[in-house]
């Protein structure tokens, strides 16, 4: 069974680095310690034998295109988030009890900014006006998109030992992907889009573009949900 690696409070994915010493007037750069260990000492089924399931793997690694292809998922459009926790039974009533659809709204808006937000930077002669592409961002961000589901979730519980510090801290992870048809969004985010006016030619192709990117974007993810 691979080795599951979980990150502490890791906001934009899972990183790990190591920092070489340096010297600069005489002052060494902050010691990094490398004796932190992660070792994974329960999950979810562990009691009745069961091994932690591919798709747990595949949503750590970020291999999405893995994850695309269970059969539960087939033609849906996918929302992987990640929140973690000191206690399980909290963890999971504020995942249950989480916006969900906001959040799925809140990441097409990352994805349009990510993907389309350096088009226009610093371009005068572009006939895109500059607010365009920030009216866009703005409208999927107060658009809430209906119908997801939750398909799938797990829960790991990783112990955190520091040997500088001779200290450890034992945390849960709750993985869930939620999942929504991809005819049903497709309509939702064409409805959405009808509610910015291209002014010019070069307007509406950036929109067709933006709607093409998100119909072909298999998976939004958040390594850690919103709180």
């Known amino acids: 069974m691979k080795k599951l690696l979980v990150g502490i409070a890791c906001i934009a994915g899972l990183c790990f680095a190591s920092c070489g010493s340096t010297q600069v007037e005489k002052t060494a750069a902050p010691k990094v310690s490398k004796h932190v260990e992660r070792e994974l ?3 979810k089924g562990s009691s009745i034998g069961a091994e932690v399931p591919a798709w747990v793997y595949d949503a750590v ?33 504020w995942v249950n009890n989480f916006d969900v659809q906001a959040q799925l709204s809140r990441s097409i808006s990352n994805f349009i900014s990510a993907n389309f937000g350096g088009e ?14 920030d009216e866009l961002v703005a409208t999927f961000s107060k658009t809430e998109i209906n119908g997801l589901s939750k398909e799938l979730d797990f829960w790991t519980l990783t ?51 933006v709607q093409s990117a998100m119909t072909e974007n298999k998976v939004y993810a958040e390594r850690q949900l919103d709180r």
Do not use: H
Request: aromatic share 8%.
């Open 41 to 43: 000492i329960d999950w």
């Open 61 to 93: 690694e970020e291999d999405y295109t893995a994850l695309s292809k269970l059969p539960q998922l087939a033609k849906k459009k996918i929302l992987c988030a990640e929140a973690q926790g000191r206690n399980l039974d909290l963890l999971k009533s």
């Open 120 to 133: 226009l930077s610093g371009s005068k002669d572009s006939a895109v006006s500059e607010n365009f592409l």
């Open 159 to 209: 112990r955190v030992i520091d040997k500088d510090k001779d200290s450890s801290k034992d945390v849960y992870e709750y993985f869930v992907v939620y999942a929504i048809d991809q005819s049903d969004f497709d309509y939702q985010v064409s409805e959405a889009l009808g509610l910015v006016e291209a002014k010019n030619e070069a307007e509406a192709q950036m929109k067709s573009r």
